[in-house]
């Protein structure tokens, strides 16, 4: 087993093991919501656009996943400036901003939530940006990735 296999196994394994955290989530996330909902009655209709961003975010983050999987593939098999490496960051991408875009809105729900009840919401929404920052982040990375795929496309 060469460097780069070994690196690229080991990467491989590390997405794999984000994409079990995942899937736990996903599969605890209603009894996590609906035990705040019984502890927090007043505010049980915040429960469907929380469970809306939280789901939407797994979605986007496990096809994001899958989609580094297969770019590590990619460069397993010496292809890593190719269309298809090019498609997948491209995925990557989108579903950064698919990532970002949920976060905004669930920083407005939080807003919206805060105003009914009272509380104080800065703690939730300073995290919540600072997820935007992350994934701004890997959203430009991702960019700066594409120039030289498409240059070595194009020439």
């Known amino acids: 087993m060469n ?12 997405i794999f093991l984000a994409g079990i955290g995942v899937l736990a989530l996903c599969i605890w996330l209603p009894v996590i919501a609906v ?9 049980a ?16 983050f496990s ?12 460069i397993e098999k ?15 991408k989108n579903c950064a901003f698919t990532v970002i875009f949920l976060f905004l809105l669930g920083i407005v729900s939080l807003m919206v939530l805060a105003k009914t009840t009272g509380d104080d919401a ?17 959203a430009a990375f991702i960019s700066v990735l594409q120039i030289p795929i498409k240059n070595s496309l194009n020439v």
Not at 35 to 42: F, L, M, N
Not at 78 to 92: D, G, M, P, Q, T
């Open 122 to 138: 800065a703690g939730p929404i300073s995290l919540s940006l600072m997820g935007i920052l992350v994934t701004s982040i890997v």
């Open 35 to 43: 035990r705040d909902a019984r502890v927090h009655p007043d505010t």
């Open 78 to 92: 010496n292809n890593a400036f190719s269309e298809l490496s090019l498609k997948s960051l491209r995925v990557i």
């Open 45 to 60: 209709y915040f429960l469907i656009p929380f469970l809306v961003c939280a789901y939407g975010f797994c979605i986007a």
């Open 63 to 74: 096809v994001a996943l899958y989609q580094a999987f297969k770019l590590l593939t990619y």
């Open 3 to 14: 460097v780069k296999q070994g690196s690229t196994t080991f990467l491989k394994v590390i």
